[in-house]
């Protein structure tokens, strides 16, 4: 993309999914082909996703996998010795959840991410007005600029699953009253567009 196209992709970086020394290689081999952007996150374990006898990892969390990585931007490995090759230049992304669960908590761990390096909130998708302005507030301290997540349905199926199975997503019941009400295909693929393009 970067070579080809001139486009800057956000590479998520994912605590789950590699040792320590995994991490290292992939974010150093990342920057090697040019790649900029990261978004860091944990991950959510193995068993909700696509792939359930996956073996999650976990040697570094969002947290740990920040400092690593802000660490390299100043040259500096996780062992506090000199980066062979010098400095990365990565923009570090975080992700956010507004309709976590536990709102407090999620708070408090994005003000850790910040202390280890996070430049940047990417929210998961967000389908409430009013908890996300709620929730843009309580963070406003933190003076990070967010970038909203807008997520397209697709049917009133996707939308069922996405509220009930993902992890940190709300789809309010109107909504999902919306997309049960309309007729699959291309219909429920405009009515997802419709209400994004009302939450944008």
Known sequence: LVERYGIQ???????RDRNLLGQIAHLLGAHAVGIRNLVIITGDPPKVGDYPEATAVYDLDSIGLLHVAANANRGIDPAGKPLPGGKTAFLLATGF?????????EILRLERKKAAGAELVMTQPVFQQDLLEGVLDRI????????????PLVSYKNAEFLHNEVPGMQIPEAIRERMRRTPGGQAARKEGVQIAREML
Request: glycine share 10%; net charge negative.
């Open 97 to 105: 959840e507004p309709g976590a669960a536990d709102l407090d908590r």
């Open 140 to 151: 406003a301290h933190l003076e990070l600029p967010v970038m909203v997540g807008v997520l």
């Open 9 to 15: 992709p956000i590479l998520h970086v994912c605590g």
